[in-house]
Nanobody, 123 residues
Framework: VQLQAYGGGLVQAGGLLRLSCAAS????????MGWFRQAPGKEREFIGC????????KYADSVNGRFTVSRDNAKNTVYLQMNSLKPEDTAVYYC?????????????????WGQGTQVTVSS
């Protein structure tokens, strides 16, 4: 199984960015796909996730209304659209796949992880 996250970069506060995560080696449509982030000196934080057919989503309060998780099962790809970015959104962002049947918000419930992509928001 391989998850490849990309699309990170440097953006000014108030800007937007879209991350992508391409999956291979798993039955993509059978997995919840989630996004996490980790800032220096902090624990890995749940951002949002999206169910197999995209019908169920959940977001952390810190990003609700600004970030959107979506997926394209035909392309085995999950996306994280980030709008109205803030300096506190600066972190390494990770995509992950969970085989859980309930909405997984804890990192321990995810089976596979991507390598992370850096997002830096300047003030």
């Amino acid at each position: 199984v391989q998850l490849q996250a990309y699309g990170g970069g440097l953006v000014q506060a108030g800007g937007l960015l879209r991350l992508s995560c391409a999956a291979s080696g798993l039955t993509f449509s059978s997995y919840f796909m989630g996004w996490f982030r980790q800032a220096p000196g902090k624990e890995r934080e749940f951002i949002g996730c999206n169910s197999w057919g995209g019908g169920l989503t959940k977001y952390a309060d810190s990003v609700n209304g600004r970030f959107t998780v979506s997926r394209d099962n035909a392309k085995n790809t999950v996306y994280l659209q980030m709008n109205s970015l803030k300096p506190e959104d600066t972190a390494v962002y990770y995509c992950a796949a969970s085989g859980d049947r309930d909405i997984p918000t804890m990192a321990s419930r995810y089976d596979y992880w991507g390598q992370g992509t850096q997002v830096t928001v300047s003030s």
